[in-house]
């Protein structure tokens, strides 16, 4: 009887030890990646290093930024959707390679929403279309009444990059206005600007970053932003949707994890971020690259994310947007 007594006890015993060791450990308790999509410097760049500076604050556990730029945000999202699901690798990706590049690149074999998990929306910056001072065009229904002659319209719209969120935005707008616009892409902002500058092209489109400074000295015109309400330091500037309903647009920047990370990993880093969004330094360092913050909750997050999925794969189809 003693010896069966004895046997129970260590069973009990060691059932807890072995109970007590399978207890998951609290998260997180070792260093965090965040993948970067794009060299270091960009605007993707710098607020990821922006939140995973907030991070490691808040956890007392190293967050490092690693950058994997090149294929339009390909690199970078095969890295996360190969890596473990466990919440130690995360990815900052900005719309243009979370939502438009699998509709335009073959070589893009990811869909965000099948591969990844939306952890938290950061950050939005609406476009503004611009002018300079010497052209007739200040307003939306100016553009629109000068597009109607299509191809044989003087009027030629700039933006960035092909592909762009910007040159997408131009797109939609002739989609919803039922005009075709003239489009040039550049190889980037810099030789955007200076050829708008030159009078090039008398019609520019870009989120407002790089565009404020020269409204501000008077170089360029503001006509029209994409926002969807009248913003703190741009409440004179007339918003697109008031003259074409539905025509709201941002670039913007979340945080994705891989797909099957467990939801109360999911929880505790939408939580942590949002805190960090929360900070006043964050907002005015967000501010300062022409970003708003973005913290919506979780399920917010997710159909965000769906429905800029949504919108520019049908814009893109619409115009049979290809990439050079």
Known sequence: MKARRWLAAMALVLGGAAAGAAEPQPYPD?????????????????????????LGRQWGHQVIVENRPGGNGIIGMNALTRSEPDGYTLAMFHAAAAVTTPFLYQAAKFDIERDTEVVATLAYTPMMLVTTPGTPYRSVADLIAAAKGGEASDLVIGSPTRGSIPNLSVYLIGQLGGREFRQISFSGTSQALQTLIKGDIPVYIDGIAPLVPLVRSGKLVPIAMSADRKLPGFENIPLIKDSLPGMVTSGWFAMFAPKGTPAPVLDTLHAAINKVLEEPEVQSRLADLGTFAMPLDRAQAGAFVHDEKQKWGNVISTAQVKAE
Not at 36 to 43: I, Q, R, V
Not at 45 to 50: G, Q, T
């Open 30 to 54: 070792k260093l965090v990646r965040i993948i970067a999509p794009t060299a270091p410097g960009s605007a993707p760049d710098i607020i990821a290093r922006l939140v995973a500076d907030r």
